[in-house]
């Protein structure tokens, strides 16, 4: 079965600063990976995702994340955080052509200060 | 407006008490699922359904139960086996089952 691991539990940033949330997994074959994002009192939305090409893929709201196959993760990254990126962020993933074995890490809070 | 309804908002209920969740989607998904949520825990998967009047059971379907007679509904009964209840509960619909997942507002339950 595969597993996701996001180290980072608590982020605290200040406005401006740049944002880079690990994201890894555990899965022998090819997978598709998924970033979603829950806004305080809000549901969770899909951010960006990963099905296949270029491993670099932009999302909405600034965000983008990178595949790198050989390490296995999914970064997510933000040149420059604003007090609204102040969420939960959640990195996910499933075995390709599997999308109710959908897999989710313990997620990141993310806390932007002004 | 499309999307996904999960009705109540909070809900609370005596401890061995069954209650049901609803959960309901206009866009005409095939797929639905029930996630529950923990803080610290991420979501983890109760059950999910590819298609009407047909289920699979997730990583923690233990004290659950489902439905599915509509293809627009997947109402998830927590049962009084369920241990510890007491969650913020997810639903979401895909189009197909290798389809990215949209979620619903969630329910909040408390068992007291």
């Given at each position: 079965?595969?597993?996701?691991?996001?180290?980072n539990h608590h982020v605290i940033l200040?406005?401006?600063?740049?944002?880079?949330?690990?994201?890894?997994y555990s899965y022998g074959g090819t997978v598709n990976l998924f970033w979603y994002?829950?806004?305080p009192g809000q549901h969770l939305q899909l951010l960006l995702k990963y099905f296949s090409g270029d491993p670099l893929v932009k999302g909405i709201?600034?965000?983008?994340?990178?595949?790198?196959?050989?390490?296995?993760s999914f970064n997510l990254r933000k040149p420059s955080v604003q007090w609204s990126d102040t969420a939960e962020y959640f990195c996910a993933v499933n075995p390709t052509g599997t999308a109710s074995k959908l897999t989710f890490g313990t997620g990141t809070r993310l806390q932007v200060t002004l | 407006d499309g999307g996904i309804t999960q009705?109540?908002?909070?809900?609370?209920r005596k401890e061995g008490q069954n209650v049901t969740l609803s959960c309901e989607q206009?866009?005409?998904?095939?797929?639905m699922y029930w996630y529950r949520q923990d803080?610290?825990?991420g979501l983890r998967l109760i059950y999910y359904s590819q298609i009407v009047n047909d289920f699979q059971k997730g990583d923690i379907a233990e004290g659950y139960s489902v439905s599915r007679e509509k293809k627009e509904s997947f109402p998830l009964t927590v049962t009084s086996a369920q241990k510890n209840p007491t969650a913020f509960y997810l639903c979401a619909s895909s189009m197909g089952k290798t389809d990215t997942q949209y979620f619903g507002p969630g329910t909040r339950l408390t068992v007291l």
């Open positions: 079965a595969q597993s996701v691991s996001q180290h200040s406005e401006a600063a740049s944002l880079e949330l690990g994201c890894n994002v829950q806004y709201k600034g965000f983008e994340a990178e595949f790198i196959k050989s390490k296995f | 009705s109540p908002k909070y809900l609370f206009n866009l005409n998904h095939d797929a803080p610290g825990q």
